[in-house]
């Protein structure tokens, strides 16, 4: 069983219907022991990196996500899932994150509009599993304010343009993350989750 993570911040019917419709067997928990005991974490979210973290330390999860990735579990990342994975936000002053991947989350400081908000490409740096099947470039939907910076370029899996060339795919061992978001992003997306749930299969 894959486990989406509600924290209270996140598009979590969106994700569990998009892995339900492509036969994967994902459920929506809130407890501790259900993330341990899953094969997989998603962790879906929109807002702010200090409320997600918040929220995450509140509910005691914390802990059994950085365990269960540390043990080799398979990690999808999505949209806020991704930022949380590195050692600070400048959001709303500096934030510590779960500092599972150093680097920082930035603001856009370029002239165009804020948030990045619709579609895009993707260009491939190092294809993961979850691109088994997909084309370089494609198109998917984003929405944020905020992009990460790795300090190691070699986690980094996709970039994408707007204004800037910034990080919109990392892929580290077992941790897939998006910024972008695979289950609003119709027949392409739905692909990624598929591939996810076969990355669990043979994990």
Same mark, same amino acid.
């Given at each position: /069983?894959?486990?989406?993570?509600?924290?209270? /911040?996140?598009?979590? *019917?969106?994700?569990?219907?998009?892995?339900?419709?492509?036969?994967? #067997?994902?459920?929506?928990?809130?407890?501790?022991?259900? @993330?341990?005991?899953?094969?997989?974490?998603?962790?879906?979210?929109?807002?702010?990196?200090? #409320?997600?973290?918040?929220?995450? =330390?509140? /509910?005691?999860?914390?802990?059994? @996500?950085?365990?269960?990735?540390?043990?080799?579990?398979?990690?999808?990342?999505?949209?806020?899932?991704? %930022?949380?994975?590195?050692?600070?936000?400048?959001?709303?002053?500096? %934030?510590?994150?779960? =500092?599972?991947?150093?680097?920082?989350?930035?603001?856009? *400081?370029n002239?165009?509009?804020?948030?990045?908000?619709?579609?895009? !490409?993707?260009?491939?740096?190092?294809?993961p599993?979850?691109?088994?099947?997909? #084309?370089?470039?494609?198109?998917?939907?984003?929405?944020?304010?905020?992009?990460?910076?790795? =300090?190691?370029?070699?986690?980094?899996?996709?970039?994408?343009?707007?204004?800037?060339?910034f !990080?919109? /795919?990392?892929?580290? #061992?077992? @941790?897939?993350?998006? %910024?972008?978001?695979?289950?609003?992003? %119709?027949?392409?997306?739905?692909?990624?989750?598929?591939?996810?749930?076969?990355?669990?299969?043979?994990?």
């Open positions: /069983m894959i486990a989406i993570i509600d924290y209270g /911040m996140g598009n979590l *019917r969106s994700v569990e219907k998009g892995f339900l419709k492509v036969g994967i #067997d994902a459920r929506v928990v809130t407890e501790p022991g259900l @993330i341990n005991d899953a094969n997989a974490i998603v962790l879906p979210g929109v807002g702010a990196f200090r #409320d997600c973290i918040m929220n995450l =330390d509140n /509910m005691h999860l914390i802990e059994p @996500i950085i365990n269960s990735i540390k043990k080799g579990k398979p990690y999808l990342g999505i949209c806020l899932g991704l %930022q949380i994975l590195f050692s600070e936000s400048e959001e709303f002053g500096i %934030q510590k994150g779960l =500092d599972l991947l150093k680097g920082k989350v930035v603001r856009f *400081r002239n165009l509009k804020v948030p990045h908000m619709g579609w895009n !490409t993707v260009k491939l740096v190092n294809k599993p979850i691109f088994n099947g997909i #084309d370089d470039n494609s198109y998917f939907y984003f929405v944020h304010s905020f992009y990460v910076k790795p =300090d190691n370029e070699e986690v980094v899996s996709g970039i994408t343009d707007y204004g800037i060339t !990080t919109s /795919m990392v892929w580290k #061992d077992n @941790i897939i993350a998006t %910024q972008f978001h695979p289950e609003k992003s %119709q027949q392409t997306g739905l692909k990624i989750l598929k591939n996810f749930g076969e990355f669990v299969r043979k994990a």
